[in-house]
């Protein structure tokens, strides 16, 4: 059964940081890139980073670029996500989604269930 499992949402004011998790399981971690994704409400799942499933290469949205940093610990089954200098726009449910393609999803990507993060004083 495969489960990505993201943790480390919260609650943060701006300008703090916070670092998200996702524990995978299931599939062979190693062999998927990964993403992180968000959605606000009202407005559409966007594509925040990805990572190759070596770990070699990495992406960014130029929202977060310089910000985020997106990791993975393959001995782990865990990707991260690094979020500084946070602001209001970025808060939002952040996903973290598993594909054999890198940077991208298709019907076969996995998916987690959420984890809220909320920037406000």
């Known amino acids: 059964q495969v489960r990505l499992v993201e943790s480390g949402g919260g609650l943060v004011q701006p300008g703090g940081s916070l670092r998200l998790s996702c524990a995978a399981s299931?599939?062979?971690?190693?062999?998927?890139?990964m993403g992180w994704y968000r959605q606000a409400p009202g407005k559409e799942r966007e594509l925040v980073a990805g990572i190759t499933n070596t770990g070699g290469r990495t992406s960014y949205a130029d929202a977060v670029k310089g910000r985020f940093t997106i990791s993975r610990d393959n001995a782990k089954n865990t990707v991260y996500l690094q979020m500084n200098s946070l602001q209001p726009e970025d808060a939002a449910v952040y996903y973290c989604?598993?594909?054999?393609?890198?940077?991208?999803?298709?019907?076969?990507?996995?998916w987690g269930q959420g984890t809220q993060v909320t920037v406000s004083s």
């Open positions: 299931g599939f062979t971690f190693n062999t998927y890139a």
């Open positions: 989604s598993a594909d054999r393609r890198y940077y991208t999803t298709t019907p076969n990507s996995y």
